[in-house]
């Protein structure tokens, strides 16, 4: 069999086909793939189910209509106090008696407000509490919880704080907070965010003693990498889809806490969600009256599980085990 390749045939020259290539160990150590980016990868996977984006666009329309619908309306609560034809309407008799109305959809409340407006300007309230105790109770637990990984002397202090707070019932603990300050906004972020990111810390410093010795993280310890640099380049970003999965639980935890505080007479003054729900109590068993106290209780529960369904969700889309 004759194994010689005749080159005419093939339409190259020798010197095509045979040419010297350079050495170069810069270039042999460069990997020939698409560029990664991470947030890019998350947003991507996020996106890909078409639930994600419906209840994305559902929490739009929340957030619009609690803090941009009520700079478009002059709500004054007390605007119908001395009409007693205006207290306790239906949809339909709020209409009738105020004209077709957005601001009337949902009827007049004991005072003759707009149950409609009075929602909204609530949710306002009741969101912008947990965003803030959320931002506030994350920040320090992420931090605080970092530092009690890493560090034992800090370790064995912090295990006996909690261990003595921990063992304590936290809503009793927020509800006597509650109890001995003045009932304001800002009373109940003190309330919530006091203790609030001890658990948070404790449920990180756990991660972290996890992470923490992996060979990797040994191997750059050993090479002389600093604990900071570790900690950011090692251990924060694998921990990520975690910390996005544990705020999606806590922003709704702190409206549900300010609903039932409310309810049992404990919350802020301010007419949150939950103070709604408190004034609406009797109308909830009133014929014709259903309106007042179901409204606030339905939105408190779309905004709630919106804000659950969506950081779960965008919690499995940091995961980079979600991105191949």
């Known amino acids: 069999m004759n194994n010689k390749i005749n080159l005419e045939n093939l339409g190259f020259t020798e010197e095509e086909l045979f040419s010297h290539v350079d050495h170069s160990a810069l270039e042999s150590e460069k990997i020939?793939?698409?560029?990664?980016?991470?947030?890019?990868?998350?947003?991507?996977?996020?996106?890909?189910?078409?639930?994600?984006?419906?209840?994305l666009a559902l929490l739009a329309v929340l957030i619009a209509f609690a803090y941009i619908y009520p700079s478009l309306v002059d709500?004054?609560?007390?605007?119908?106090?001395?009409?007693?034809?205006?207290?306790?309407?239906?949809?339909?008799?709020?209409?009738?008696?105020?004209?077709?109305?957005?601001?009337?959809?949902?009827?007049?409340?004991?005072s003759g407000e707009s149950t409609f407006d009075a929602i909204w300007n609530g949710s306002r309230i009741s969101i912008s509490l947990a965003l803030i105790c959320g931002a506030i109770n994350m920040t320090v637990g992420v931090i605080v919880g970092s530092?009690?990984?890493?560090?034992?002397?800090?370790?064995?202090?912090?295990?006996?704080?909690?261990?003595?707070?921990g063992n304590i019932p936290q809503i009793l603990l927020i509800s006597v907070m509650a109890m001995l300050f003045a009932p304001t906004f800002w009373t109940m972020v003190f309330a919530l965010t006091i203790i609030g990111w001890l658990f948070i810390a404790y449920f990180i410093r756990t991660q972290v003693v996890i992470i923490r010795d992996r060979e990797y993280n040994l191997a750059s310890k050993c090479l002389g990498t600093s604990t900071f640099k570790i900690a950011m380049k090692n251990i924060l970003p694998f921990m990520t889809s975690v910390i996005v999965t544990l705020l999606a639980t806590e922003i709704p935890s702190y409206i549900s806490y300010e609903v039932f505080l409310s309810y049992i007479g404990l919350g802020m003054s301010d007419m949150s969600l939950g103070r709604l729900i408190y004034q609406a109590e009797s109308a909830m068993v009133t014929p014709g009256w259903e309106m007042e106290f179901w409204s606030p209780v339905a939105i408190a529960s779309i905004i709630t599980v919106v804000l659950y369904v969506v950081g779960q969700n965008l919690g499995?889309?940091?995961?980079?085990?979600?991105?191949?």
């Open 75 to 110: 709500y004054d609560p007390f605007a119908n106090l001395m009409d007693p034809a205006s207290k306790h309407l239906s949809p339909a008799a709020a209409m009738a008696y105020f004209g077709k109305d957005l601001q009337w959809i949902l009827g007049a409340g004991a």
């Open 32 to 55: 020939v793939a698409p560029r990664y980016s991470y947030w890019r990868s998350v947003f991507r996977v996020f996106f890909r189910k078409k639930i994600n984006i419906f209840v």
């Open 316 to 324: 499995d889309a940091s995961d980079p085990r979600t991105h191949m």
């Open 147 to 165: 530092i009690w990984g890493f560090s034992k002397r800090v370790d064995v202090f912090m295990m006996e704080v909690y261990n003595i707070i």
